[in-house]
């Protein structure tokens, strides 16, 4: 734990969660710090938590009584934020509409924890002291931390505060990107970063627009503009895998045709798709858009990652 002194002029940030032990987002062992806001509405997005800068409450209605307790519909809740429906029994409705002014020590009121807060407000000496509990395991592995999101970028005072001070404790620094942010926000924060994994969703911008809600434009001009400014990151392209979306050649082949003449893009990885976030659509009372699609099968993850590995010259490689 850190003895450093809090500087109060210091800024602070929105913090939805802190993961320790993490092995896929950056070398060795880590520690995710998620933070909340993205510019992005990827359909496939399985932390819809992460989307909206503040604070957001998430209702989990398989742990309420219902009628039996009743608590979220008196002072001090919000009048008509939480409502039975005539001649039901079961747990409670939400009008979403009306839960904006809801809060952490609000739902600490919920005796069964159905309702719970996304996201709160942190200081960098917070984080930080919480990411040095495994300060041993980075020294032995070669980790540290890694800011992710939602949009790690939304908040570059804060994640540039906080990467410049797990360098100072000697901790070895991260970010999740998808660089759908102003060049500035970029150029505040990668001074402080040793390894940059970015997002290649779609190359295509018809195509980027219409699955993210955003054109491609201003991320790749801003991912080459870093891989020139910053020669000394360490940056790893990655793909979301979605089959009907972009797990085919053409699109790996535009990757690589991309990021192989940078040197500093010292990998490529693929994040299959997956549907382990689809309940949490419900707690926010969201619709999942995905519903139908699948993860991709071993055989086109397999092929797509030995045109990788080819282009990367590594051993194994097939056709």
């Known amino acids: 734990m850190s003895n450093q002194t809090t500087n109060p002029s210091a800024p602070t940030g929105i913090v939805l969660n802190i ?33 909206r800068v503040k604070p957001e409450l998430s ?18 809740f919000p009048k008509g934020a939480f409502y039975f429906t005539e001649g039901e029994e079961g747990p409670v409705k939400v009008n979403w509409d009306l839960t904006s002014s809801c809060d952490q020590e609000l739902c600490s009121l919920c005796p069964t924890g159905a309702l719970e807060m996304y996201g709160k407000r942190m200081t960098v000496d917070e984080v930080l002291d919480e990411v040095e509990k495994d300060a041993s395991i980075y020294r032995s592995s070669g980790g540290g931390i890694t800011l992710s999101g939602g949009e790690c970028m939304l908040q570059p005072d804060f994640s540039a505060a906080l990467l410049k001070g797990a360098h100072e404790r000697g901790i070895n620094t991260a970010v ?16 402080h970063v040793d390894t940059m994994l970015h997002d290649h969703k779609l190359t295509i911008p018809e195509r980027h627009k219409k699955w993210t809600g955003a054109g491609n434009e201003r991320i790749l001009a801003n991912f080459k503009k870093a891989y020139e400014t910053f020669p000394d990151v360490d940056f790893i392209a990655r793909t979301p895998l979605i089959p009907g979306v972009n797990a085919d050649e053409e699109h790996i082949r535009a990757v690589l045709a991309f990021i192989r003449p940078h040197k500093n893009v010292i990998d490529y990885e693929l994040l299959p798709y997956h549907r382990f976030g689809l309940g949490k659509y419900e707690y926010l009372g969201k619709v999942y858009e ?14 797509l990652q030995a045109i990788i590995d080819e282009a990367f010259g590594r051993t194994g490689k097939q056709s």
């Open 59 to 76: 209702y989990d209605p398989k742990k309420c009584k219902g009628r039996e307790c009743s608590l979220c519909l008196k002072d001090p």
């Open 176 to 191: 999740e990107t998808a660089c759908n942010v102003p060049w500035a926000n970029i150029e505040k924060v990668l001074p």
């Open 290 to 303: 995905l519903d139908d699609y699948k993860t991709p099968s071993d055989e086109v993850v397999k092929h």
């Open 19 to 51: 993961q320790r032990y993490c092995s896929h987002d950056g070398p060795g062992i880590r520690t995710n710090v998620f933070l909340k806001g993205c510019s992005l509405r990827c359909k496939w997005c399985g932390n819809p938590e992460s989307i």
